[in-house]
């Protein structure tokens, strides 16, 4: 009925579509998965569709493209002003893979999407992706720091009908975080980087221990630190198994690039 597409797309735009989902189970007497949420909501944008929505810069593209892997990255800036006052910029971007032009590497058919709300940038983004691709036999392979509204539950949305999404956390970010939480033990930083390359839990677990024993008089603020890293960890440990460990070979892979573009923005 209307008055359920109205809805639908209302929750739609201020929530990820898993969460509308898990509501309408707990609330009404009928069920609808995730991707019945995306119908409903297109299908509410097509009946509405007005002369400047972000949909109708897509209209009239017919044939979408068929990739075997297709890099999608979300990450926040934040520009300072005056009298602490500061704006963040949202930025997602897609592309193809990359290349080697002659010095440089470069993404293929990249797009990037920028804007103050957050929401309306993952819209925009999920829009471009949709009308550009047909993902059925796409492996989506997202990377993010996982910092608000850039969770893996947000790049499950936006790879929705995908062969298979495979999501990374950030490695700067993830290199920058056991710096700042080893920083009383310099010497087992680089060790705590390799354990988690070669993806061993062990080792990780014996860095930790060999951190906590090197602590003198067993410091509250430092040991908290050694907490905070190792929950951490453990948190984002599917999110940090290497590439190839995955099965993902593609040979133009292109992960963690979305830092070097907000100069652009910047």
Same mark, same amino acid.
């Given at each position: ?11 739609g735009s201020? @929530?990820?579509?898993?969460h509308?989902?898990?509501a ?7 069920? @609808?998965s ?6 409903l +909501? ?12 972000h949909?109708s810069?897509?209209d ?15 990450d926040?800036?934040?520009?300072g002003?005056q009298?602490?006052q500061?704006?963040?910029? %949202?930025r997602?971007q897609?592309?193809?893979g ?7 590497t470069? /993404?293929i058919?990249p797009?990037? +999407? ?7 940038a993952?819209?925009?983004? /999920?829009?471009y ?5 047909? =993902?059925?036999?796409t +492996?989506? +392979?997202?990377?993010?720091?996982? #910092? ?9 949305? =936006?790879?929705? #009908?995908?062969l298979? %999404?495979e999501?990374f956390r950030?490695?700067?970010?993830? %290199?920058?975080?056991i ?5 009383f ?5 680089n060790? @705590?980087i ?5 993806? %061993? ?7 930790l ?6 602590i003198?008089e ?9 907490r =905070?890293?190792h ?23 292109c992960?963690?690039t ?6 652009? /923005?910047?």
């Amino acid at each position: 009925s209307s008055l359920v597409l109205r809805n639908v797309s209302q929750l739609g735009s201020i @929530m990820v579509y898993r969460h509308v989902s898990q509501a309408i189970d707990c609330l009404t007497s009928w069920r @609808m998965s995730h991707q019945n949420v995306q119908q409903l +909501v297109v299908k509410t944008g097509e009946l509405i569709q007005t002369r400047s929505t972000h949909e109708s810069r897509y209209d009239g593209i017919i044939s979408k493209k068929k990739v075997p892997y297709l890099y999608l990255e979300g990450d926040g800036v934040k520009i300072g002003g005056q009298k602490k006052q500061s704006l963040e910029i %949202h930025r997602f971007q897609v592309c193809e893979g990359s290349q080697k032009v002659g010095n440089r590497t470069e /993404m293929i058919a990249p797009h990037f +999407v920028s804007h103050l709300n957050r929401q309306q940038a993952q819209k925009e983004i /999920m829009n471009y992706i949709q009308a550009h691709y047909d =993902l059925t036999n796409t +492996v989506v +392979v997202s990377n993010s720091d996982g #910092g608000s509204g850039y969770e893996k539950a947000v790049f499950d949305e =936006l790879s929705l #009908g995908c062969l298979r %999404h495979e999501h990374f956390r950030d490695r700067y970010h993830v %290199h920058r975080k056991i710096k700042e939480r080893l920083s009383f033990v310099p010497q087992l930083q680089n060790r @705590m980087i390799q354990a988690i390359q070669h993806y %061993h839990w062990p080792e990780v677990q014996l860095v930790l221990d060999t951190s906590e024993s090197l602590i003198e008089e067993k410091e509250a603020e430092t040991l908290e630190q050694l907490r =905070l890293l190792h929950h951490y960890l453990q948190r984002n440990w599917p999110y940090l198994k290497p590439r190839k460990a995955r099965g993902i070979m593609d040979s133009k892979a292109c992960i963690g690039t979305i830092e070097s573009t907000h100069r652009k /923005m910047t």
